[in-house]
């Protein structure tokens, strides 16, 4: 049955595009490398009526598929099992912007276009995409919708998510739904796209979208501050939502170990404040004005006087260009780097009411180095929207994979019933996957539950999209 099924797919993508030999690791071990599957093949469609014809005839023969994007996800949802029976169906080469509305400020993209590629295409045409992240040159749109992405813009911008007007997709059974028509009210029934958005590949294959652009801003300015606690950086967010309103489109907090990393493993990386007993926490904050760099320094001036009277910061450096800016990004993205040069680590994406973070964290620590001494933690990520990177490292003398091998499940139970008790969520913007199968069992709601297995059984009787995650198969 296996190879009559590789000789259809041939059929349909061309000999080339179905890879069964030579290193396949690209497309079979997650990014992360913490899993590592093996495929029946990995096909390549170059366009929406291939891609139909891959599921059709692999729904006839009962073999299942994983789609797959740029496969930078860190949930591991896009790689295959260990069965050799999956066919990963990868988006890459359907990469076109088909069409920039400037008049409706949309546009419309394949699935496999680089996130990188989405946003030059969008400044080209005088306009700005805002969905931003660390792996925005490797990651692809279709994978940021499967997992509606977060990134470093959502205080201002929302999550991929909110930047979604509409989908083309390809059912489980292989027919499409074409719904790209990028209307902004379109109060017709069930909401379809909200319902694919973010469900990682299970309900349906997005092969396209239209997105929602907006005019560049006249004007940017980034500053990097020292503050003297969490409670001081929320106060701090609270006053730049003050002074600059929908000018604030960035919000990121960084502890100061998590930066100590960056200085120790990237020593030539400037860090401001590093290592200064009264900067705990760093704060880097991002202003895009609509006016005037004149009015944008005006609005930031204001706000950083206002934040030293109240003591919300220390110290603060303002970029005083486009270079110097991206250099301060560039620290806050190098963190993950960092931690993982430092060694193996256990990683956390909670969710926590922006208020609540504080006392969270100061609990949460204060449990985690009681119950593990000389624990480190590296917390750093997007305060703003309440979304924290609430990383466990071992103790500096530590063997890593050790750490990770006999303590990862104990730190990830307290962690998350940490969570639970704060009232947040343990996923908040990197997915279920299959890591998290089992965590969404235990903290999700029975009753929420139950409506996605009946989504999931009413869409795809088969189980033959990714199967195994999100829901458990």
């Not at 040159?137 to 470093?152: E, H, R, V």
């Not at 309440?386 to 003398?397: E, I, M, R, S, W």
């Not at 704060?422 to 996957?433: L, P």
Request: aromatic residues 6%; contains cysteine.
């Amino acid at each position: 049955m296996s190879d009559l099924l590789l000789d259809q797919l041939r059929a349909i993508v061309g000999a080339p595009n179905v890879l069964t030999d030579g290193d396949l690791t690209a497309y079979e071990q997650d990014w992360r490398k913490r899993d590592r599957g093996k495929a029946l093949a990995v096909v390549r469609p170059g366009n929406t009526r291939q891609v139909a014809d891959v599921v059709q005839a692999c729904a006839a023969a009962g073999t299942s598929l994983v789609p797959q994007g740029g496969n930078t996800g860190l949930a591991v949802g896009s790689t295959p099992d260990a069965s050799g029976q999956q066919v990963v169906l990868s988006l890459q080469r359907m990469n076109a912007v088909r069409e920039i509305d400037g008049a409706n400020m949309t546009v419309t993209v394949e699935a496999g276009c680089v996130l990188q590629a989405l946003q030059e295409a969008a400044e080209k045409a005088g306009y700005l995409f805002p969905l931003s992240l660390a792996a925005e040159g490797s990651c692809t749109i279709g994978g940021n919708l499967a997992t509606n992405a977060g990134g470093t813009q959502v205080v201002r911008y929302g999550n991929t998510r909110d930047l979604c007007l509409g989908l083309e997709v390809v059912t489980p059974q292989g027919e499409i739904w074409e719904g790209t028509s990028g209307l902004r009210k379109d109060n017709t029934g069930y909401d379809l796209r909200d319902l694919l958005i973010g469900s990682e590949g299970t309900l349906g294959i997005i092969t396209a979208a239209t997105m929602k652009l907006y005019p560049m801003p006249a004007a940017q300015l980034t500053a990097w501050a020292a503050v003297p606690s969490l409670d001081r950086a929320v106060t701090l967010l609270g006053l730049a939502h003050q002074y600059l309103g929908a000018g604030l489109t960035g919000f990121e907090v960084m502890g100061q170990f998590a930066l100590s990393l960056v200085v120790r493993h990237f020593p030539a990386m400037r860090v401001p404040f590093a290592g200064e007993p009264s900067a705990p926490y760093c704060v880097l904050l991002e202003n895009s004005d609509s006016e005037s760099e004149d009015h944008a320094r005006a609005r930031f001036e204001a706000l950083m006087e206002k934040a030293f009277e109240d003591g919300c910061i220390t110290d603060a450096v303002v970029a005083e260009n486009l270079t110097q800016a991206h250099q301060l990004w560039h620290i806050r993205e190098s963190i993950p780097l960092a931690q993982a040069e430092e060694g193996l680590n256990i990683k956390h994406d909670i969710s926590i009411a922006v208020s609540r973070i504080p006392a969270f964290v100061a609990s949460t620590d204060a449990l985690l180095q009681r119950e593990i001494p000389g624990v480190r933690l590296v917390n750093f990520g997007h305060l703003g929207d309440g979304n924290l990177h609430y990383n466990v490292q071992a103790p500096a003398d530590g063997d890593s994979k050790a750490f990770l091998r006999d303590e990862e499940a104990r730190v990830n139970t307290l962690v998350y019933e940490a969570v639970a008790e704060f009232g947040g969520s343990f996923s908040a913007e990197h997915g279920i996957g299959a890591l998290k199968v089992d965590k969404l069992e235990k903290h999700k709601s029975p009753v929420a539950l139950g409506m996605m297995r009946a989504i999931k059984r009413g869409l795809d009787p088969q189980n033959i999209l990714n199967p195994g995650r999100v829901l458990r198969a």
